[in-house]
Structure formats: C-alpha cells, structure tokens
C-alpha cells in the first residue's frame, strides 16, 4: 500500500491517516508529527522548521522532499503518507522518487470539508498537555473548561490552531495543495471522502474508497 492523504488542516486526516495505516499494516508517515517532534527535540532539523510551524507556514521543498524520502526508505517503500504533498513540487519530487524505486502511489485520497467547519474545528481543538486525549471546546468540551476528563491534565491549544493561523493555513492550503487533486485525477489515483460527520463514519467511507485496493 502507497498512499496519500490530501484535505485541509482540521478535516481530521490526521486521525484517519493512523486508522488506515493500522489497517493496511503500513508504516505512517505524517511530515507534521515529525517536524513538531524534531522542533521538540530542537534538532537541526526543529531549529529549521520552528518559526515556519509558528505562523502557519509551509516548510520550504527541498527540506520537506528530503526528509520524506529518508521516511520512504525507512518504510521500504510502503506507506500512508499524512501531510504531504503540498505543493506541486512536492507532488512532482514524490512521484519521481517513487519511480525510481518502481514503486509507485496506489492512490490519492482527498478530505473534503467547508471552510467554516475547518475553522470552528481547529480554533476549537484542545489537547491534553498531559495524556493527548483531544477536545473541542464547541464540538467535544470536557467537563470541566480546561480540564481533561480522563487524567485532570491541562488542556492546551496548539500554537498554530489559534484563530488567524488556522484562517492563513486554509490559505496557504487553497492556494498550494488544492492544485493537487488535479494533478492527482489527471494520473487516475483521485479519490474523495465526504469529511464531514463522526469520525467513524468518516472512516467508514474512507475505507468505502479503496475498497478496490486490497488490504
Ligand atoms: P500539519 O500537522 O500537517 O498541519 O503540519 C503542521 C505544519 O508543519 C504545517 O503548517 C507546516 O508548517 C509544516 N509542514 C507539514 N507538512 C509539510 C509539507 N508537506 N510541506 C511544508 N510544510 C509542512
């Protein structure tokens, strides 16, 4: 299995990428996962990328395209792949490398979602600072306001998710990445998922739309 996931930030990919890899039995690889643990770690790597996460910014190609095909040759060539590509370039460095190693993508899957959903989504996503559970204070509140309902840990907001960041990463998602769906329909790997709704039903269809694909 080779795949990729597209959608705004907020269309809960992040979520879906780690049940579909699970069910696939293929490693995860999520470019936003790994730049938030390197600037945790504040490897060379975090040091680079930091001030680009903090405003909602795309991390620049080359150093996106090189990490992520050091992840390939991690995973063998086998792979869901969370947040990237998003740009063209990116899409174009992906399909190259994958060429190269005759292994090509199986499919594009692509989260569909309005934009005030996203908006009210991610403005209103919490985590706990201690176990990660996640909230949303309009959509999945604790029960106590700032307060994980399973450990007592504090719930924080991620930097990136405060109101005007979200607004400039749907931005920079319509203008960069939304080009993809194209490039991907015009190889026949598009595929699209209705992201509204519960997580499960967003599964259900997701696994409705590569059905086809094997396991
Ligand atoms: P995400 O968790 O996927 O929303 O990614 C968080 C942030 O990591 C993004 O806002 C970008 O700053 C950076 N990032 C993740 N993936 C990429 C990518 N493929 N290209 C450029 N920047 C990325």
């Known amino acids: 299995m080779r795949l990729v996931l597209l959608g705004p930030p907020g269309a809960g990919k992040g979520t879906q990428a780690y049940r579909l890899a699970n069910r696939f039995g293929v490693p995860l690889i999520a470019t936003g996962d790994i730049f938030r643990r390197n600037v945790e770690e504040g490897s060379r790597l975090g040091v680079e990328a ?16 090189k990490m992520v095909v050091k992840a390939i040759e991690n995973a063998n060539g086998r792979f869901v792949l969370d947040g990237f590509p998003r740009t063209l370039p990116q899409a174009e460095a992906l399909e190259a490398e994958l060429d190269r190693r005759g292994q090509p993508l199986v ?5 569909l979602l309005d934009d005030e959903i996203t908006v009210k989504r991610l ?32 719930l924080i907001q991620r930097e990136d998710d405060r109101e005007e960041t979200v607004r400039h990463r749907l ?13 991907y329909a015009e190889r026949g790997l598009l595929r699209e998922v209705d992201a509204e709704g519960t997580e499960d039903g967003v599964y259900e269809r997701a696994v409705a739309a590569l059905a086809d694909l094997g396991s």
């Open 50 to 65: 930091k001030e680009y996460l903090r405003a909602g910014e795309l991390v620049p190609d080359d150093v996106v395209v």
């Open 107 to 111: 499919a594009a899957l692509a989260f």
């Open 123 to 154: 403005a209103g996503r919490r985590t706990c600072a201690v176990c990660q559970r996640p909230y949303n204070v309009e959509l999945h509140p604790p029960r106590q306001e700032g307060v994980c309902d399973r450990c007592g840990g504090r």
């Open 171 to 183: 931005e920079v998602y319509h203008h960069l990445t939304q080009p993809l769906l194209k490039f």
